[in-house]
């Protein structure tokens, strides 16, 4: 086991300097972590940890865990790096850093840096590719699904515009069950741009659409392929439509639309099925 976790640093005091990082989660969700994050539950942990060895620039800070997770816990704190401190504390003390009932008991501070703009992003992506692309996505539950469905569909990259939300809020990572963490990501310039980038990088780009043109399942085989979807209730404005091919899923009639990150995990897994890769 690391250092850090056969030694682990008791906290009794809320305001301790130490666990700083943690207090007060849910405001510090609203207000930003300048470059870090929280991750939550013990499934997040664990993609933390195998985060931290791959090299994508993601490192974990510091790790506060209620003191009865801690055996629980044990396997996968070990995975990290001796340097990374363990802080336990009971439950009065874990709530009240926390600033609401914490029952997960398990949370550690990361830090994402050194990470590929998009461009770079896109030019590293190999010739045979499957994208996600996310268009004013505002919506954290929906867009920690996106990502859960970008890792169960083979997607290479997930790029998203600047009018999206951040898929590092805590509650994004959660509803991801970690694969914010494991999915390449981007999330910068506008749609316009993305969409030309995508372009110029020889993908065939297909948006979602309720008015589609093609039938999800007349999307064609090819090489590079990205799915478009924008944005919860409205979805992809009319130029952006305009400016790629539209598919459609099929629906009894009576409903307006799925909601997006159910489209796309439709879409997703259609793609994936007719290019070979699930």
Known sequence: MAASALSPIRIDDPADPRIAGFVSIKERDLTGRQGRFIAEGTVVLRMLAAAHH???GLAAEAILLLESRVAGVEAIVREFPAEVPVYVAAAPVFDAIAG??????VLALGRRDGVSGRDALIASLPASSLVLAACGISNHDNMGSLFRNAAAFGVDAVLMDETSCDPMYRKAIRVSVGSVL???FAR???AASLIERLQHEGFAIWGLSPAGETDIGGIPPAARTALLVGTEGEGLPPAILESVRTARIRQRPGLDSLNVSMAAGIALHQV???????
């Open 188 to 190: 910068e310039g506008s």
């Open 272 to 278: 994936a099925l007719i290019n070979d890769r699930i």
């Open 54 to 56: 791959a090299g994508r």
């Open 182 to 184: 494991t999915v390449p």
């Open 100 to 105: 609401f009932n914490m029952h997960r008991g």
